[in-house]
DNA sequence: CGGGACTTTGAGCAAATTCAACCATTGTGG
DNA sequence: CCACAATGGTTGAATTTGCTCAAAGTCCCG
């Protein structure tokens, strides 16, 4: 599948790729019939071309450095992020490199198999994570949030895809280049190394989930890790917004969506949430969710 | 759980911990029956108690150090490993720090919620890391080998449990001392750095597989799996080495150890494979598991 | 040779999936 | 402004995969 984005220019805004939930058989990929018969081909066109950055014509060069330095001066998430492990110089360093970007939902903003030319912060949103296996079965790895680091990870190329899941503000950095600066800065360095051991343990969490817990285990483990999350970044809890579609739920959750809004309805049966909405959440009762979660 | 550890002083040689299968509903930990009433107290004797250094005096202290550096200078996996990363004086400086342990299968090295007073490299055997729910249910994480390194992602207490399924042999390093090398040694910080991304890695490899495989898609992307670690290794491959039971691979594949067993058996029907005896495997269709493993 | 641990196989069962229909919300065009 | 299509979510029924329970079969070690 790798190589068959390698291609990728544009493809329709609309594509179907991010919302084709994976089935467990081999042979379901296909039965969702109408949706997208060229899953894979993916959203991929070249996020430049979308990119719709606060000083647009950043994108063209770094010259807008001091620009972007009063922007990272303002940043929201600046306590969260790398930004906030390092020196005013070394921010200054970064802040040269930037890129702004913005994502409507679905966006791709690299595939599984491309080439891993930049590493990004995100600022707003909610990206996901994910990996796919040849006939169109999805797994998200994980979800990242305003302050997450996101290329953590990568060699020369990407092992896993990225996508926004509701609309999502970027920061970009030029791979090589971050590289550099990283190599020359120890805090920001031991920071990185921090983060990944952070993902390493959140990754054996999800393996214990997905290798050992119920159906509703896992549900009830993902509101409270989401409301943990929420917590972490100062966001409402109380309605908790989920900022992603049952689908996208029942992909990182191992599940089908069928199950997941069985799970959903479960739980609401039995008082542990509310639903204002598909979207947000009240958890009436995180005792009873802490005790459904195994954990 | 981990509260129920902290008093680990010594427990029977003989502990069925290690190969207690963890069983998907939640009533299944008992329905076990017979093995090990106890589940989760686990083989926490103090290692050094069960300590067979190979130099023993060693455990004592560090005054060994030339002698440890001439065992280092001999060792087998030294191009696999860390040490391979550093110059001959920061060699020297880790010789200093190092004990050499033996384990029995079944032996813990350390559990969940246990302080981390240590990190490891693995030079000889197969160790498993994982992760349990309240009522037993276990979930392996990851198997390590030869030149393997254990407490990456450590913080100040372990995320999950290690425990040797074979006859091991470990470096072990004073966590706090390391941690001093590790960041006066800028080759060491970054070798680890690369050693946590390729963990990561796997991680998600884990999570795709956990999440969207089959049961015989699992199989034989684990064989597959434990081929390349072989090869990588230098180890034979043509009846490949399994190290481990099947409770242990099912652990590891989120399955049960009877799925397992259908499993190699549907393999071996198929051709796929041939068993010289449980533990060594013939993958004799190489070409079909990477079908089959659904990749 | 005998005992114990591990592995394999079989039969029935249950959780989650598949397939299918229906409901709710939203945005669009008449 | 409302009908209506489209998307996403929920619910139901049948099916399937993998699990549970049970019983043999193997292998190893003393």
Redesign the pocket.
């Known amino acids: 599948m790798p190589s068959l984005a390698s291609a990728g220019t544009n493809a329709p805004a609309?594509e179907a790729t991010g919302?084709a939930s994976a089935?467990?058989?081999k042979?379901?990929a296909q039965?969702h019939g109408a949706r997208s018969p060229r899953a894979g081909a993916a959203a991929h066109a070249g996020i430049a071309a979308h990119a719709q950055t606060d000083a647009d014509a950043s994108l063209a060069g770094h010259h807008a450095s001091t620009c972007q330095a009063f922007a990272c001066q303002a940043c929201t998430v600046r306590g969260l992020t790398i930004c906030g492990a390092l020196e005013p110089d070394d921010q200054t360093l970064l802040a040269g490199l930037v890129q702004h970007l913005s994502l409507q939902p679905h966006q791709s903003i690299f595939q599984e198999g491309d080439a891993a030319d930049y590493v990004y912060t995100i600022t707003a949103g909610c990206v996901a994570m994910s990996k796919s296996l040849a006939d169109g079965r999805r797994q998200i790895t994980g979800f990242m949030g305003p302050g997450d680091f996101l290329g953590l990870a990568v060699e020369d190329e990407n092992h896993y895809s990225a996508e926004a899941l509701s609309p999502t503000h970027l920061c970009r950095y030029p791979r090589q280049r971050f590289r550099a600066v990283m190599q020359s800065v120890p805090a920001l360095e031991q920071r990185l190394y921090a983060l990944a051991a952070d993902e390493l343990a959140l990754a054996q969490e999800q393996i214990l989930l997905l290798g050992r817990k119920?159906?509703?285990e896992r549900l009830a483990t993902f509101l409270l890790m989401m409301r943990r999350r929420a917590q972490q970044r100062g966001l409402p809890t109380n309605p908790l917004r989920l900022s992603m579609?049952?689908?996208d739920v029942a992909d990182y959750l191992?599940?089908?969506?069928?199950?997941?809004?069985?799970g959903?309805?479960k739980l609401r049966a039995m008082g542990a949430i509310t639903?204002d909405?598909?979207?947000l959440v009240r958890l009436a009762k995180p005792a009873l969710l802490q005790e459904l979660s195994g954990t």
């Open positions: 609309t919302t089935t467990r058989s042979s379901g039965s119920t159906a509703l579609a049952r689908a191992g599940l089908t969506v069928e199950t997941v809004s069985r959903f309805s639903l909405s598909a979207e």
